[in-house]
């Protein structure tokens, strides 16, 4: 039973808001319900990482909450109905960073963080002043700035997402959406991240991220914990009860322990079985598999013949191959 957020998660007034949200993937007929009758609240000026086993529906419900995705339900930005924002206003006020964006191979590193400026700027005109310093700032922000000359397509795959998050930070909006944003990325620039993050959030504006990485979300201010499409918990990172919720949506295979020398103050651990419990699929956990194990689970490789013809009895019959047999064949 999910259950109810907590007080001091939604004591800060709420940035988003959806109310009985539906989300089918698929079509109506032959869809998939990915969310089912979702309540939430996001507050304003926080950083709330999405978190939850695959298949939760995170990045669905991220994409719905940016307009991204047909809905049933009430979404709010604001206290407005979403679907009531001019584009042009939503875009400078609401940025959205997809995982695995691609397209733009052939532009530069510079001109593609400018099209994060492009909600501000009127139809056809030139990029001004305010929108250079923005795309610097957010390249320097990144580490990307000595790469302004460089197409898209000569970098790695952590290389660009450092530049897709510039060109998001580049529209200044004041929510800012990111699915799976630390894809790709070494652990030195996961903690770039973190700390960009903490600036915005510093600022006043509101960051929601889906995220896998749990020892980072651990570090947000509030946790959104989903499983099949539902909210099971939101509450405080370092709340207990958060704790035991996120243990439990990935079915006790995680440890969430007090650590006062992680950045968070608590980090997750693997439990791994000592026995061996089939996992999911049926394969016996790969720390059970031991020699004896191995022995007893399955018949030996020099144990009894199958059943059938010997393969060196009587010759098939049809007509003799004018080959020499294998035994005449030279050894050596």
Request: with cysteine.
């Amino acid at each position: 039973m999910p259950l109810v957020p907590t007080s001091s998660s939604v004591a800060a007034a709420p940035a988003l808001q959806v109310h009985r949200l539906h989300v089918t993937l698929g079509g109506a007929r032959h869809g998939r319900e990915v969310i089912r009758d979702l309540d939430l609240a996001l507050p304003a000026g926080r950083w709330t990482a999405m978190v939850g086993p695959n298949g939760a529906g995170k990045s669905t419900l991220l994409a719905t909450l940016a307009g991204l995705r047909p809905a049933q339900g009430a979404i709010h930005w604001q206290g407005q109905p979403l679907a009531d924002w001019p584009e042009r206003a939503r875009a400078r006020h609401l940025v959205w960073l997809a995982q695995g964006q691609g397209g733009a191979e052939d532009l530069t590193v510079w001109d593609v963080a400018m099209l994060g400026r492009l909600p501000h700027q009127p139809w056809l005109a030139p990029p001004s002043a305010a929108d250079e310093r923005a795309v610097a700032q957010s390249l320097a922000a990144v580490g990307a700035l000595a790469w302004r000359d460089r197409a898209l397509s000569q970098l790695s795959g952590g290389e660009r997402q450092r530049v897709l998050l510039a060109r998001a930070l580049a529209t200044e909006a004041q929510v800012l959406l990111m699915d799976e944003p630390l894809a790709n990325l070494d652990p030195p620039h996961q903690a770039d991240w973190v700390q960009i993050v903490r600036r915005l959030v510093a600022q006043g504006k509101t960051v929601v991220s889906v995220l896998h990485e749990l020892n980072i979300a651990l570090l947000a201010d509030e946790l959104v914990v989903l499983r099949q499409g539902q909210l099971r918990h939101q509450g405080p990172c370092g709340d207990a009860d958060t704790h035991r919720a996120l243990e439990a949506v990935f079915d006790h295979r995680i440890r969430v322990q007090t650590d006062p020398g992680h950045a968070g103050g608590h980090v997750v651990s693997l439990r791994l079985s000592p026995d061996a419990t089939p996992a999911p699929g049926g394969l016996p956990h790969a720390d059970s598999l031991t020699p004896d194990r191995l022995h007893q689970d399955g018949p030996a490789r020099n144990g009894p013949a199958r059943k059938g013809p010997a393969r060196n009895g009587p010759a098939r019959k049809g007509p003799a191959r004018s080959g020499p047999t294998q035994e005449a064949l030279p050894r050596g």
